[in-house]
């Protein structure tokens, strides 16, 4: 699981900089802003009781392809990594799962050995369609469990994140920009080819 979540690191940065130099060849939506975990938009509320209610909300809303039950049971931390990632790669948060370990996963993921220290606590999650498990963390926010699958990349590499989503961000605009541009003077041209004069025949 941690190998899989190395990854999607991986395809983040490497989606910048395929965005950096990439011709965008249809409608672009206009950027939006870059916002801290604290000023992000929220997934719709959602309250888990324990580490394991929370994985198999988790569970249900990749299986299901809902990206806002899939929200509502990560962390502030990783929905933001999400939504800039999202930027990058113009991908929402159950594209951007079902990949690596996650493209096998047709059922809820099975745990155990839940450990609670705190606000923090750790499951035993089983990878899935293979044998290996591995220790997936979660963190107790505003009086609910959510998965942290993402805080620890965040935490490491928030700067270089948002510099690669606001670069994205700005790229996309500047395209959106020149194509505005392009049509403007498209009409223009247009308009005075059809306002001129035109020679009368002797």
């Known amino acids: 699981m941690r190998i899989a979540i190395t990854f999607l690191l991986a395809v983040f940065l490497l989606g910048a900089c395929q965005t950096s130099t990439k011709e965008t060849t249809g409608p672009v939506e206009s950027p939006a802003p870059v916002s801290s975990p604290e000023t992000s938009n929220e997934p719709k509320p959602a309250t888990f009781d324990s580490p394991k209610a929370a994985l198999d909300a988790f569970s249900r809303a990749l299986i299901a392809k809902d990206d806002e039950g899939l929200k509502a049971s990560l962390s502030k931390k990783s929905v933001e990594f999400m939504d800039l990632q999202s930027k990058v790669t113009d991908k929402n948060a159950v594209d951007t799962l079902t990949i690596g370990a996650f493209t096998k996963m047709t059922e809820p993921l099975e745990s155990k050995d839940e450990k609670i220290d705190g606000e923090k606590a750790t499951l035993s999650v089983k990878e899935p369609g293979g044998e290996k ?15 942290a699958i993402f805080d620890e990349i965040y935490d490491k590499n928030k700067d270089e994140l948002t510099k690669k989503a606001e670069e994205a961000v700005k790229q996309k605009a500047d395209s959106k920009g020149s194509k505005s541009d392009a049509v403007d003077q498209g009409k223009t041209e ?11 025949e002797n």
């Open 190 to 200: 247009s308009t005075s080819k059809d306002a001129a004069p035109t020679k009368s």
């Open 133 to 147: 498990w591995d220790d997936m963390n979660f963190v107790k926010e505003d009086g609910s469990w959510k998965l």
